[in-house]
C-alpha cells in the first residue's frame, strides 16, 4: 500500500484557477497512490483578514469586520461560482460559505461587545478560512468524478490549549487518525483535510501557529505512515533566498531536514519551522513543489546533509525584530543575572531568537519579536528592581526594527573561512552588523543588522557566497 500526504497552500488555492489547478494535480496523483490525504489552507490572504477583523472588532471598531465578510463572502463566492456547476453542488456550497462568514461576523460582534479577543476566540475565527476551502475543493473533486470529503482536523488532530500556538499530542492524533481517516481510505475517498487546525481533548477549536497547514501535513503524514509528505507552493521549492527579495535566487535541488529546520526557523517561509519534526522522526521523504509548474521536481529534504564543502546553501530574513540588552558595570560581580533575566522573558512567554554576546561582559543581549518588547522589558525592571535600584544594573533598552539574517548550509561545518566571506561580502555591500551568532547546529550563521540595510544584506551573501561558490548540488 503507498501513501501520500500532499498540502496545497494558500497560494495554490488563492484563486479559482489555482482550485482548478490544485484539483489537476489531486486527480493525478490519485491514479498513482493507492491512498492520497490532501491537505489545504485557506485562499491566501483569508487568514490574516479573519485576524484583522477580530482585531479591530477587539478595538472598539464596529464596521472593519463587516467590510471584511463582504470581501471574504465574494472571494469565495467567486471561487465557488466559477468552479462549481449551477446543476451541481454550487448552491450547497455557497449555502457552506454563508454559515461560516456568518459565524465570522457573529464572532466579532462578540468580540466587539467584549472589547476584547482571547487566544481562544482567535482560534475559532482565525480557523474559519481552512474550513471554507477544504468544502470548495472537496466539492470540485467530486464533480470531476472522484469520490472525496471534506475532514476538519478537529477531529483528528488533538492538541494542548495553547491557543495560537497548539502542539499536537501525537499518541491521541494517532488513535482519532486511525479511527477516522483509515476506513475513508479503504474506501477509496480522498480526504481533504483542513490544515492549521485542531482541537483540545474537549473539542476546543485551536490553531498551530501561522502557516500550520505545513505542520498539518506532516502530522498526518506521520500518524498514517505516508511513504512521502508533498506540500505545493508557488515557487519551485527551497529556493536559495526568498524570491520576492532575491530575484535570481535559485532552486535547491536537495537538503537536509537540519538545513531546511534552520532556513525556516530564520524566516523562509516556505515550510513552517515545525513541520520536519514528525517526518524527520519517521525519515518520510518530504518535497517541497510548485503548483503552478508541476513538471519542475521542487527540493526534496532528506535526513542526512550532502556533503558540499565549504558551501553556503540559502540565505534567510527574519523581520519585525527588536534587539533587547541588559546593561550595567555592576553586572558582572552578580550571580544569576542571566538566568533571572531569562526566566523573567520566558514568564512572558515570549520566544528568544538569538542570544548575542556582546562586545563587553556588561550586558547580555538577545532578539525577540518587537511585540513582545514592552512586556519582557517590565518584567525584567521588575526582577531586576533591586539591581537597577544599587546601579549593578543601568538600564534596560531596545533596538528597534533590526533582522536576523542567516546562512544556512551545512557544508559550513567544520569549514574555516565561511564567516570571513559572509562579512567580506557585507563589508563591501557597507552594511553595518550589529551583533553575530553560530547556530549551535553549526549549519547556520546570523547576524543582525538593521531593517534597511536587510535585503542588501541577503542579496549581497547571496551573489558574492551563494552564487560564487559555483552550483549547488
Ligand atoms: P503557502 O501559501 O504555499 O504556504 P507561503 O507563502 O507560506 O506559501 O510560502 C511560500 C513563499 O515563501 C514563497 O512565495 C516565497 O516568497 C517565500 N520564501 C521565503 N524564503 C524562501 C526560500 N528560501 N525559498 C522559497 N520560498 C521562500
Ligand atoms: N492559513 C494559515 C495561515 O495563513 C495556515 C497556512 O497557511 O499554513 O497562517
Ligand atoms: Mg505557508
Request: charged share 20%; with cysteine.
Amino acid at each position: 500500500m503507498t501513501t501520500l500526504t500532499m498540502k496545497f497552500g494558500g497560494t495554490s488555492v488563492g484563486s479559482p484557477e489555482a482550485f482548478a489547478q490544485a484539483a489537476n494535480i489531486v486527480l493525478e496523483q490519485a491514479q498513482k497512490w493507492d491512498h492520497l490525504v490532501v491537505v489545504v489552507s485557506a485562499m491566501s490572504g483569508v487568514t490574516d483578514a479573519l485576524i484583522r477583523g477580530a482585531l479591530t472588532a477587539a478595538s472598539g471598531d464596529g464596521q472593519t469586520y463587516h467590510a471584511i465578510a463582504t470581501d471574504l463572502r465574494a472571494c469565495h463566492y467567486r471561487a465557488v461560482d466559477t468552479l462549481l456547476e449551477p446543476d451541481g453542488e454550487r448552491s450547497s456550497l455557497l449555502a457552506v460559505v454563508d454559515e461560516y462568514l456568518d459565524g465570522f461576523a457573529a464572532f466579532c460582534h462578540s468580540v466587539h461587545i467584549l472589547g476584547e479577543v482571547t487566544p481562544r476566540a482567535m482560534d475559532a475565527i482565525s480557523s474559519l478560512g481552512e474550513r471554507i476551502s477544504a468544502r470548495i475543493l472537496a466539492a470540485v473533486l467530486r464533480q470531476q468524478g472522484a469520490h472525496s470529503e471534506a475532514v476538519d482536523a478537529t477531529e483528528l488532530i488533538v492538541t494542548d490549549d495553547t491557543f495560537q500556538n497548539a502542539a499536537p499530542l501525537l499518541e491521541a492524533t494517532r488513535a482519532r487518525v486511525s479511527a477516522r481517516l483509515a476506513p475513508l481510505l479503504d474506501e477509496g475517498i480522498i480526504p481533504v483535510v483542513t490544515g492549521f487546525i485542531g482541537a483540545t481533548e474537549d473539542g476546543v477549536t485551536t490553531t498551530l501557529g501561522r502557516g500550520g497547514s505545513d505542520y498539518t501535513a506532516a502530522i498526518l503524514g506521520d500518524c498514517l505512515d505516508a511513504d512521502e509528505v508533498w506540500t505545493w507552493t508557488d515557487v519551485d521549492g527551497v529556493m536559495t533566498a526568498d524570491p520576492r527579495i532575491v530575484p535570481d535566487a535559485r532552486v535547491i535541488p536537495v537538503l537536509s531536514y537540519s538545513e531546511v529546520g534552520e532556513l525556516a526557523y530564520f524566516g523562509a517561509k516556505v515550510l513552517h519551522p515545525r513541520t520536519i519534526r514528525p517526518v524527520i522522526e519517521r525519515g518520510i521523504p518530504l518535497w517541497v513543489k510548485n503548483t503552478f509548474n508541476p513538471t519542475c521536481p521542487g527540493t526534496r529534504i532528506v535526513h542526512e546533509p550532502e556533503s558540499a564543502p565549504s558551501t553556503v546553501k540559502a540565505v534567510t530574513a527574519i523581520k519585525g525584530l527588536s534587539m533587547v540588552t541588559v546593561e550595567g558595570r555592576g553586572m558582572m560581580g552578580v550571580p544569576g543575572i542571566a538566568a533571572r533575566t531569562f526566566s523573567a522573558v520566558a514568564g512572558r512567554g515570549a520566544s528568544v531568537l538569538m542570544i548575542v554576546q556582546a562586545s563587553s561582559e556588561q550586558s547580555i543581549c538577545f532578539i525577540i519579536p518587537t511585540e513582545a518588547v514592552p512586556p519582557v522589558i517590565r518584567a525584567i525592571e521588575e526582577e531586576m528592581a533591586l539591581e537597577l535600584g544599587r546601579g549593578d544594573i543601568d538600564r534596560v533598552w531596545s533596538l528597534d526594527d533590526v533582522v536576523i539574517v542567516t546562512a544556512v548550509g551545512a557544508g559550513m561545518r567544520g569549514t574555516p573561512g565561511i564567516a570571513a566571506r559572509i562579512f567580506g561580502a557585507l563589508g563591501r555591500g557597507n552594511i553595518n552588523i550589529i551583533a553575530i551568532a553560530q547556530g549551535s547546529s553549526e549549519c547556520s550563521i546570523s547576524l543582525v543588522v538593521m531593517a534597511d540595510d536587510a535585503a542588501d544584506a541577503v542579496r549581497q551573501i547571496h551573489s558574492e557566497v551563494i552564487l560564487n561558490a559555483g552550483p549547488e548540488t
